[in-house]
Structures are given as C-alpha cells and as structure tokens.
C-alpha cells in the first residue's frame, strides 16, 4: 500500500510562511526517485489547481502564475519527502494542499494531468491563511 502523508498546514496570517512536506511509503512504491512529485490545492467552492511541480532528480522545477516567487517547491529523495516552503502568504492561497506523485509524466506536463491520470495522492493538509 501507498501512502503519501502531509503535514505543515495551519492558520497563518498574511504575509507569514509555511513549510509543507509529503512524506511518501509503502512497499509497492518503489524507489521515490523515480516518481515526478507535485503540490495541487483546493479551495473550497473551487477546482483543485496546480501549484507546483519537481522533476525526479529535482533539477526541474514548474510553478503556477500565482505562486510563482512565493512558494519553492523541493525534495529530498533520501528521505522520501517533498516540500513546499510557501513564503508571503495571502489569504487566497487558503485551501487543501495535496501531494501527487506519478511515474510517468513529466514535472511540465503534471500541471495538465487530470486527478485520476496520477498515480498516487495524498489525503492534504489544510492552510488557512487570515487577513
């Protein structure tokens, strides 16, 4: 079983900083360097959106129009875990940030992905952030 946990979240207020990180497990994952690792959010009322996306060596990186200069997507493929340290905070970034990995898309291409065309996600961590 796979599992892909997150944790970080938080009520904040704007202008202050988060670290999210998604730790990846289980027995059929394999080795998590192989996976493409990315952040999508969901705010409530909306549609999840793409945040930002790491190629698996973690040389690559694809953000957002909306985060992009804020938020730095990274990984640590030693320890299974992918973070996202998100600076400047602003209450519309409030929403579920959830974790995906997948096998054989691309850190470019995984923005256009549809929810059930990724092969792992995790359950989220919920980021509140105040005016």
């Known amino acids: 079983q796979v599992q892909l946990v997150e944790s970080g979240g938080g009520l904040v207020q704007a202008g202050d900083s988060l670290r999210l990180s998604c730790a990846a497990s289980?027995?059929?994952?394999?080795?998590?360097?192989?996976?493409?690792m990315g952040w999508f959010r969901q705010a409530p009322g909306k549609e999840r959106e793409f945040v930002a996306s790491?190629?698996?060596?973690?040389?690559?990186?694809y953000y957002a129009d909306s985060v992009k200069g804020r938020f730095t997507i990274s990984r640590d493929n030693a320890k299974n875990t992918v973070y996202l340290q998100m600076n400047s905070l602003k209450p519309e970034d409030t929403a579920v940030y959830c974790c995906?990995?997948?096998?054989?898309?691309?850190?470019?291409?995984?923005?256009?992905?549809?929810?059930?065309?990724?092969?792992?996600w995790g359950r989220g961590t919920l980021v509140t952030v105040s005016s």
């Open positions: 289980g027995r059929t994952f394999g080795d998590f360097g192989d996976y493409v």
């Open positions: 995906a990995a997948d096998f054989t898309t691309t850190a470019q291409a995984m923005g256009s992905r549809r929810a059930h065309e990724i092969d792992y």
């Open positions: 790491i190629s698996r060596t973690g040389g690559v990186t």
